[in-house]
């Protein structure tokens, strides 16, 4: 009796195991709930049914892969915020020209170089509205260049060990597995380059008939020219300078209010800030702080060349890496609507001042201006005030001062930090002397202690359904391995294929892994796969490296579908795309991908 209850529990979870599996993978299609919610729920059948004990159950939470793929989310916005995917993207604007080829070269090569430091994702929201720029300048169709970009970021997904929260997966079962090892940080890239090159010369030679021609309804906002608009429609034909005061300026310790400039017809002074660029209440002008004038260009040089003042290189003096401008309206019940503001006025924080004032597109340049529901403001202050000051009720924001930033300061104050804590990061894990969780742990916290993010920026940029999924998906593996349902599967697909060599093994682990991630998250197929695969490697007394490689590039070749990815997502609105669409172009490069995973990764990781 005692041996029979011994073999039924274990097929009994084993069934429940597999049940639960079939249902994630049905609700993930279906996509009807939260990925999140399915992904908790998964770990929470599994432990009222009784597969797993409690702390099984939250096993993944507690992971330091958990840790690893939130520090890197942390690592990418620093990246991001402070400029460094800005400037990757202008340089591709600059080098790529007008041919179609070096553009869809420069546009692959720059998301999988970027993709390979941050991630998919992220890689294709900071490119996604310049690509879209380019396309519209050049009169192409933004559909035949926004699909190349995203399969480009899967890719470079395959570049580094930070690719991709799959690879990190990857690495971690291989340090785990019988006879496996960690994957170095750049040893992604021995199957990456090639997939990376062979992805390129496909698009480029046959893009132009795999890919639709079709326009979309609505396009990202282009911010890049956003300084130029601005003072088109706010300052006329007006100039807008910044001028520091020298120690040997005649202005030095004149009233700021007193000003002669009768000299300097349609030259005035609209603020006077610090170097930061806070403004400053005083009167008094100083030595080095800053006077902001408007007026002709020729008039502000005889300006500045009379009273030895220094002009300060910037956006028109709109924009600069330290400081920009955010347009806001006065809304319907406001409590501004009644208040008398002038321009040059600093606002009640103390650290915005208003440059000017339009009424119904007329500008107001009266000395006292009493704003009414509809008026529109332009401020300018720092970065970090107006992000501070952007969520005021009693106003409505045209732009997050944020997105302006991103898409026009490249190479922003704080990128030398975020280069510098991204290149150590990088060194560490490749060296392997500390663990790759502690590693990029302490490089997210050095991107918030040297200012590059704010302590909100860092619990922003962080995607808590990705961590979730991980989270609540981990368990399923245990489970998997476990209960005996990985060995089960894994000695039926050898009972099928095993006795045609490991070619085919590798082949059938790759298809599998293709077919689900098309469907459902690659992170969740990842976390579905691992222990079936291992458990594979184990009966046929195989290395695990070139099968769980075998998944890896599988999971990044989520071509055939938009739901596949996010990144997938993000192109299709942008670029008009249909659901049929992605199929045409994904094929081929998924068949690239089946042949890089069943002829060159046993040659780099032999069985």
């Not at 840790?67 to 591709?92: C, H, N, R, Y």
């Not at 302006?404 to 990128?415: E, K, M, N, W, Y």
């Not at 079936?532 to 998944?551: C, D, H, K, N, Q």
């Amino acid at each position: 009796m005692l041996a029979r209850a011994v073999v039924f529990f274990p097929m009994n979870d084993i069934a429940i195991t597999l049940v639960v599996l079939a249902l994630s993978v049905v609700f993930f299609i279906w996509n009807r709930l939260p990925v999140g919610i399915v992904a908790l729920g998964v770990c929470l059948a599994l432990f009222t049914t009784g597969v797993l004990n409690l702390q099984q159950t939250f096993a993944g939470f507690s992971d330091p892969t958990i840790v690893l793929i939130a520090s890197l989310f942390v690592v990418s916005e620093g990246l991001d915020a402070s400029g460094v995917t800005t400037w990757a993207g202008q340089q591709m604007i600059r080098r790529a020209g007008k041919s179609r080829g070096r553009l869809l070269v420069f546009v692959m090569s720059t998301v999988a170089f970027l993709t390979a430091l941050i991630s998919v994702n992220g890689a294709v929201a900071a490119l996604l509205p310049m690509v879209v720029v380019i396309s519209v300048r050049l009169g192409r169709s933004p559909s035949q260049l926004l699909m190349p970009l995203a399969f480009g970021a899967h890719a470079g997904s395959l570049l580094t060990l930070t690719g991709s929260p799959v690879n990190v997966l990857i690495s971690e079962a291989a340090e785990g597995a019988s006879g496996g090892r960690p994957l170095g940080f750049f040893e992604f890239a021995l199957v990456g380059l090639p997939l990376l090159v062979g992805s390129i010369i496909i698009v480029v030679l046959c893009g132009e008939r795999l890919l639709p021609q079709r326009s979309a309804r609505l396009l990202p906002r282009d911010l890049s020219g956003h300084s130029r608009a601005l003072l088109a429609q706010y300052l006329d034909d007006d100039d807008l300078w910044r001028l520091r005061i020298r120690s040997t300026s005649p202005l030095a310790g004149q009233d700021a209010v007193g000003l002669n400039l009768s000299d300097y017809p349609g030259v005035s002074v609209v603020a006077v800030k610090t170097r930061s660029g806070r403004p400053v209440r005083t009167a008094q002008l100083r030595v080095d702080d800053y006077l902001v004038v408007r007026g002709g260009p020729a008039q502000l040089e005889a300006f500045a060349r009379s009273q030895q003042l220094e002009r300060i290189a910037g956006a028109n003096g709109l924009i600069t890496q330290n400081y920009g401008v955010a347009e806001v309206m006065v809304s319907p019940r406001s409590a501004f609507v009644g208040e008398t503001v002038f321009p040059g006025m600093v606002t009640d924080s103390g650290e915005l001042v208003i440059l000017a004032v339009q009424r119904a597109g007329e500008d107001l340049s009266s000395s006292e201006i009493t704003l009414a529901t509809g008026d529109t403001l332009l401020l300018q202050g720092s970065w970090a005030a107006l992000a501070d000051n952007a969520d005021d009720p009693n106003v409505l924001l045209v732009d997050e001062p944020d997105t302006i930033r991103r898409q026009t300061v490249p190479l922003g104050r704080s990128a030398r930090w975020s280069l510098i804590i991204t290149a150590a990061m990088i060194i560490l894990l490749t060296t392997g002397l500390f663990p790759p969780a502690v590693v990029t742990l302490v490089a997210a916290m050095a991107m918030v202690l040297c200012r590059v993010v704010t302590v909100e920026q860092a619990h922003r940029s962080i995607s808590w359904t990705t961590l979730i999924l991980v989270g609540g998906m981990i368990p399923l593996s245990i489970a998997i391995s476990s209960t005996g349902a990985a060995a089960l599967i894994a000695h039926r697909v050898v009972g099928l294929i095993g006795g045609y060599g490991p070619h085919l093994i590798v082949l059938g682990i790759f298809v599998l892994t293709a077919v689900l991630g098309q469907l459902i998250s690659n992170t969740a197929t990842a976390l579905v796969l691992i222990p079936i695969t291992i458990s594979v490697a184990s009966e046929l007394s195989l290395s695990p490296m070139p099968l769980l490689m075998a998944v890896c590039i599988a999971a990044s070749a989520s071509f055939l579908t938009p739901v596949a990815t996010p990144a997938n997502m993000m192109v299709m609105q942008p670029a008009g795309y249909r659901f049929g669409d992605y199929w045409k172009m994904g094929l081929p490069l998924l068949l690239l991908y089946g042949v890089v995973a069943v002829l060159l990764v046993p040659v780099i990781w032999p069985f």
